[in-house]
């Protein structure tokens, strides 16, 4: 057999995704446009799909840019019966695209907004949670992990971003803050015995951890 070409199986997992809102497409073409990383259509499609699973009610996004992981993550709320997924970004321009979208697709009351540093609105944030997604910039994911930890329950699932950070993992002079970070992650989580983990490498590269 022929060695799989990645971005061939990259775009055989999108052509599965189901048809689109179009306020996710205009998000999607946003994102092409203007160069802007968002977790994409099979990612989206799969956290929406994670939420289904574990039934959740309350999710936390650790870094949420214009909204388009919370849309699909409010996608699943309104089948599970409602609930809240906590939208953190600094930027006031990125808060303000995810809301006007957000509303758009009807999300409104299932959405919480917090423009300030992600980690430590968690910190602050009642718990626990269903799930906690974590996409901030790669050199803090480690200082996140007990606080994530912490506020997620029993039963709940940490999903995580860019975990093959773009072939850059596999580069051993690459020592710069980011890689180092999401290396020290990925020691930190798949040698904790609290955590079930799994890496799928779709897109670039999504860790899904149960915490027991």
């Known amino acids: ?99 006007r979208h957000l509303v758009k697709m009807g999300f409104a009351d299932l959405v919480q907004f917090h423009m300030a540093e992600a980690v430590e609105t968690l910190r602050q944030t009642d718990g626990p949670f269903d799930i906690i997604f974590n996409d901030i910039d790669k050199h803090a994911y480690p200082e996140s992990l007990p606080v994530i930890k912490e506020k997620l329950r029993s039963g709940g699932l940490l999903i995580i971003d860019n975990m093959l950070w773009h072939g850059r993992i596999f580069d051993k002079k690459d020592v710069s803050p980011a890689t180092l970070g999401v290396h020290e992650f990925t020691k930190q989580i798949t040698s904790d015995s609290d955590w079930i983990v799994s890496l799928t490498p779709m897109r670039d590269g999504m860790i899904v951890a149960y915490k027991r």
């Open 1 to 99: 057999m022929s060695e799989l070409d990645y971005q061939t199986v990259q775009d055989y997992l999108v052509s599965l995704v189901p048809p689109r809102e179009a306020e996710l497409l205009e998000m999607e073409a946003y994102a092409e446009k203007n160069d802007f990383p968002i977790i994409g259509p099979a990612c989206g499609y799969y956290c929406y799909q994670l939420a289904r699973m574990v039934n959740a009610k309350s999710i936390f996004e650790l870094g949420s840019g214009y909204g388009y992981s919370t849309a699909w993550f409010a996608k699943a709320l309104v089948e599970t019966g409602g609930g809240v997924v906590h939208h953190t970004v600094w930027d006031e321009e990125l808060s303000n695209r995810a809301r």
